[in-house]
């Protein structure tokens, strides 16, 4: 027996941020997200709500909570001259059948607020945790990157979804060099008249975020399913991350005064999770912040990349790229991480797959979006 309820209270939305711990709390590489901050996520202070209608729903089974999602429509997300789009997300279900009944429930909810066409999953939209884990089981995800049940693609695509687009992890050692090549080309770059590569600078970390974001919004205005942040969202973002962000792991690389690439990575919040249930009292706060700023953690991910369009099919695009990542490498390196995560890169965006390729990156995680024709049911 399966019903679902929408949330309509705070006590509910504390328990659709809580299902997945409940349905996935045996598996080992299942991290729990830290429940304030998901709250914080998904409540009214988030800017993403200003432009967007949305609704959760939890599932129950024999009374028990045993799956959830989210259905929204982001009027940024929106194409000129295409359906109506829908989105949904935060998809988690106990087995297959409570998954088709919350995947019904959410096309209900969209088609009765116009969508045409459903995609995702978006949880909330593409610059937040995307897709459905596809390949590579084999180990935890890196902070703000998707977990699923090897079932769940498949489920989905048997409930009459179609395959979107695909998204690639990599995976890069820190103790290993770089390719020769790579380094040889980051050097031409650091030399070429103009050009300055310089990290983070600490006194100025607010307008350096935003520089960061106006990168971001016009390297990646042409890539599948693009929707730019706004700047309540940079703000909002900039609150949340300031206390990951190490300036030694930021980039910039100016080219006659003007920033025109730049690289971030974050160690991986995930890392130093494990083991609190996403719980902060009475003790999670004190191991959380030791092993933040005292134990030290092994991996990290890029969680922004990007170069602007001004420079990007010209060979200097391509080789700041590669130099920032050189300087990344080194810093990561000398601050004792292992690994670094890449992520996430479309899997038919060939310039950035070449890159990847050209710096040792090897592909060991994929993630795939779903799309519904909701128009002709």
């Known amino acids: 027996m399966i019903t679902i309820r929408e949330v309509r209270s705070k006590r509910m939305l504390k328990d659709f ?3 997945p711990n409940l349905l996935h709390q045996d598996d080992p ?7 304030l901050e998901r709250l914080d996520h998904l409540g009214r202070k988030n800017p993403y709500f200003k432009h967007a209608v949305h609704a959760f729903f939890i599932a129950y089974q024999d009374g028990r909570a045993a799956g959830r999602i989210c259905a929204q429509i982001d009027e940024l ?3 000129e001259n295409g359906p109506r789009l829908g989105h949904f997300g935060f998809i988690d279900a106990a087995n297959e059948n409570v998954l088709r009944n919350l995947l019904a429930q959410a096309e209900t909810w969209l088609r009765e607020h116009g969508a045409e066409k459903m995609v995702g999953p978006f949880s909330l939209t593409i610059n937040d945790e995307i897709g459905v884990l596809i390949e590579g089981f084999d180990s935890p995800p890196r ?11 498949k489920a989905i695509e048997q409930a009459g979804y179609q395959p979107a687009k695909d998204v690639l992890a990599f995976h890069i050692s820190c103790d290993q060099d770089l390719p020769p090549a790579a380094l040889r080309l980051a050097q031409k770059a650091e030399t070429y008249p103009g ?3 310089r990290s983070l600078d600490k006194p100025r970390i607010a307008q350096d975020i935003g520089l960061l974001l106006d990168i971001f919004n016009d390297a990646w205005v042409n890539n599948w399913g693009f929707v730019p942040m706004t700047a309540d969202e ?7 991350l300031k206390p990951l962000i190490v300036p030694d792991l930021v980039y910039f690389a100016e080219l006659n005064g003007t920033a025109v690439a730049m690289i971030v990575a974050l160690p991986d919040l995930n ?3 494990q083991g609190l249930g996403g719980r902060l009292l009475p003790f999670g706060w004190a191991k959380l912040l030791w092993r933040l700023k005292f134990s030290g953690l092994s991996g990290a991910r890029v969680l922004l990349m990007g170069v602007r369009q001004t420079v990007q099919q010209e060979f200097l695009g391509g080789a700041l790229a590669i130099a920032v990542i050189v300087k990344l490498h080194q810093a990561l390196r000398a601050n004792g991480y292992k690994d670094v995560e890449l992520s996430w890169i479309l899997d038919d965006n060939k310039p950035m797959l070449r890159l990847a390729e050209s710096i040792g990156a090897v592909p060991y995680k994929r993630y795939r979006m779903y799309e519904k024709d909701l128009a002709s049911l």
Not at 143 to 153: C, F, I, S, V
Not at 234 to 240: G, P, S, Y
């Open 17 to 19: 941020v809580e299902v």
């Open 29 to 35: 590489f299942y991290v729990p997200q830290l429940t």
């Open 77 to 79: 997300a929106q194409q």
């Open 143 to 153: 902070m703000m990157m998707n977990y699923a049940q090897t079932w769940t693609g």
């Open 195 to 197: 050009v300055v590569l």
């Open 234 to 240: 940079v703000h909002h973002l900039a609150k949340n």
């Open 271 to 273: 890392e130093a999770l």
